[in-house]
């Protein structure tokens, strides 16, 4: 439990359970009391919270991809290379920028002015759906938005499919089946967690930029912020 796949996944069960409670607990009281308000400090720190988390997960789910390919690329290494200062300055890095673009997002929408009895059609305060109800120019929101987006969406994401492509060349030069399953089984679940996820989030705002269709972004947006953190434990345990 002590290895660094497992302190990363420790620290990406917290973020998930965290990520849940800013959106789940004010949905269910939502139907409980059939009451759909939310007051603006109160919407403007679950749209805080959720950005925050939604980025601490990304870029811990990078970080467990460059382990898993230090791992079976440089399995003799592996101890010196992933030791414990590297892991946890892998996650703290991780909050660092997470909390810093989540504060500039929240900043940025407290200087748009929005009309009174504004409706979101969202089950949470979700950046974009926020960003559209402003009643002042957004256009400065939206670059932030989408470069935001796409740098963080884009730039993890690379480094994923750069790890993956070596992994795989390394799983191909294995000569025996059982080495190849066995190598390709301590992936597996890292790469459905990571499918889920990006396919999900990257989909809210990319998928439906063209479109605006506010009811199938909040569709997307209930698998990663909900069905993805709560399949997590399960996909994790069924790699044994």
């Known amino acids: 439990l002590h290895t660094p796949m497992y302190f990363l996944l420790s620290n990406l069960s917290l973020v998930d359970i965290c990520f849940s409670s800013t959106t789940i607990p004010k949905m269910l009281a939502n139907i409980q009391t059939q009451s759909r308000v939310i007051t603006y400090v109160l919407c403007i720190t679950q749209m805080y919270f959720s950005i925050h988390f939604a980025v601490v997960d990304e870029l811990i789910l990078s970080a467990m991809a460059y382990d898993r390919y230090v791992a079976i690329c440089h399995p003799l290494h592996y101890t010196v290379i992933m030791n414990p200062c590297l892991c ?33 059609p969202h089950f949470f305060c979700e950046l974009k759906e926020v960003v559209q109800l402003a009643c002042s120019d957004t256009f400065p929101n939206d670059i932030v938005m989408y470069f935001a987006a796409g740098l963080l969406g884009a730039g993890p994401l690379a480094g994923i499919l750069y790890s993956y492509s ?64 709560m399949l997590n434990p399960l996909i994790y345990t069924l790699r044994k």
């Open 88 to 120: 946890g300055l892998l996650v703290l890095v991780s909050w660092i920028i997470s909390i810093l673009l989540s504060l500039l997002h929240s900043l940025m929408v407290l200087e748009l002015s929005f009309c009174s009895d504004s409706e979101i």
């Open 166 to 229: 070596k992994i795989v060349s390394s799983i191909c030069a294995i000569s025996s089946a059982q080495g190849k399953y066995k190598a390709f089984s301590t992936c597996a679940s890292h790469l459905s967690v990571v499918s889920l996820f990006y396919g999900t989030s990257l989909g809210v705002y990319l998928g439906s930029a063209g479109t605006h269709s506010s009811q199938s972004s909040a569709v997307t947006s209930v698998m990663y912020t909900v069905v993805t953190p």
